[in-house]
């Protein structure tokens, strides 16, 4: 079933109170919550509405154990069930693993690591389906490719004129390229040849389709850029296979290549070319375009008072605070260190200026722990919009500046920049 249709989290244990200030923290990613301390209360709350998970102490209920609880539960719910839990030895680890138990985590919870497990199993459940471009003048040979590709839950479409396989690597963005050998207008490999020129396709793979069997024609096509090469006539799973493979390879590389490790933004390079595409969208389409550098207050000083592992925990909280608060993906990035750019299309200045702003107090709400305790964390910001002329270093020159104000007047708030 899906299990993210909702972010409703049941934590079932006998201490309300812990739990509760657990699911308040996870309120600011956008969790809603539910405790229960009774086996009745948590059963008929599963009859009514069902969470995307359950986090259940190994102590269980007030009036019943974990193992007591977990064969109605799992008759009950099918989704993933976690036992927090102070360690426990192989063998118990097995009861509960035959009884429905799916994962482990650790007492005291810690909020990051929480979240982190949470992420891994929404981006499981939200896989992307692939997204292939089929080139080929070959109606027939193309039908049968799309129907099976489609019937496996690919997206394909489907390119009879080689010529124009730019101009739809651009709007369609495939995560893998069919590509015919041999077509009235030109070679396939010609094509590849073109392809490879342009930097932005470089983790775009090309697969050639071909009736061609020799193998040095095959590997003098690969030459001029083509990944591999499959031939026509061959069994349908094994086509299903052969692109999943490749698609999924591919994909995992580009987030390497576009996204920080640490938080799963895009990188510097890349959020500054998304900023650019919108300037340039902007300009074109007369649309509002702000943008925004944020900043961690005295990060150096976290890092230096808690240690470095603590100071990676502020960074991946307001990361994921800001990833859940904006409008897509490519919105938000790591400019660098413990900086962070937001990119506001269709938002003038005050407006994107409020909608930091209300982050920042999200972010001012946020308990961020260290082995002592818990602290606060604070950033700052600069806001600029797009104005007649300016090029993509001009909003993000502006931007800075208006950090720059926000910090000397005090920081933990949000400076616009003036008006060209």
Not at 75 to 100: C, H, M, T, V
Not at 159 to 167: F, N
Not at 380 to 405: C, F, H, K, P, R
Request: include cysteine; charge should be negative.
């Amino acid at each position: 079933m899906p299990i993210f249709t909702k972010k409703l989290i049941y934590f079932v244990t006998p201490n309300l109170d812990g739990f509760n200030e657990l699911g308040r923290q996870l309120q600011f990613f956008g969790f809603e919550y539910q405790v229960f301390d009774r086996n009745s209360a948590l059963l008929a709350a599963l009859y009514t509405e069902k969470p995307c998970i359950v986090v259940m102490d190994e102590v269980g209920m007030t009036d019943s154990t974990a193992i007591q609880c977990l064969p109605l539960l799992t008759k009950l719910f099918n989704g993933p069930i976690f036992l927090a839990n102070f360690g426990i030895d192989i063998g118990k680890q097995l009861e509960y693993l035959r009884s429905g138990v799916s994962d482990f985590i650790s007492y005291p919870i810690n909020l990051q690591t929480l979240i982190d497990r949470l992420d891994q199993l929404e981006e499981h459940e939200h896989i992307q389906p692939y997204k292939v471009l089929l080139v080929d003048d070959s109606d027939t040979v193309a039908k049968w490719a799309s129907t099976v590709l489609s019937g496996a839950g690919m997206v394909v479409k489907h390119l009879a004129d080689p010529l124009k396989v730019i101009g739809w690597l651009e709007r369609f963005n495939p995560d893998i390229l069919l590509l015919d050998v041999y077509m009235p207008q030109c070679q396939g490999d010609e094509i590849a040849k073109l392809i490879r020129q342009r930097a932005q396709f470089d983790s775009i793979p090309i697969v050639f389709l071909s009736t061609e069997t020799h193998r040095g024609k095959q590997l003098m096509a690969r030459s001029m850029g083509g990944d591999d090469f499959l031939v026509k006539n061959m069994d349908a799973d094994e086509l299903v296979a052969a692109v999943s493979i490749t698609a999924e390879r591919y994909r995992t590389l580009r987030r390497w290549m576009t996204r920080d490790s640490l938080t799963g933004l895009l990188n510097h390079t890349n959020v500054v070319e998304s900023l650019a595409r919108e300037v340039a969208r902007a300009h074109k389409e007369s649309r509002q375009l702000s943008y925004a550098m944020v900043d961690i207050d005295h990060f150096k000083l976290i890092n230096d008072q808690y240690g470095h592992s603590v100071g990676d925990r502020v960074i991946k909280s307001l990361s994921r605070l800001l990833k859940q608060s904006m409008p897509n993906p490519d919105a938000v990035g790591r400019y660098g260190g413990e900086e962070f750019a937001l990119i506001w299309t269709d938002h003038t200045q005050i407006r994107a200026a409020q909608r930091t702003d209300e982050l920042r107090v999200l972010f001012n709400g946020l308990a961020q722990s260290n082995a002592d305790g818990h602290f606060v964390a604070t950033f700052s910001a600069g806001v600029a919009q797009l104005e007649d002329g300016m090029s993509a270093q001009d909003l993000i020159d502006a931007a800075d500046q208006a950090l720059y104000q926000a910090k000397a007047a005090g920081r933990n708030q949000v400076g616009l920049a003036p008006k060209r």
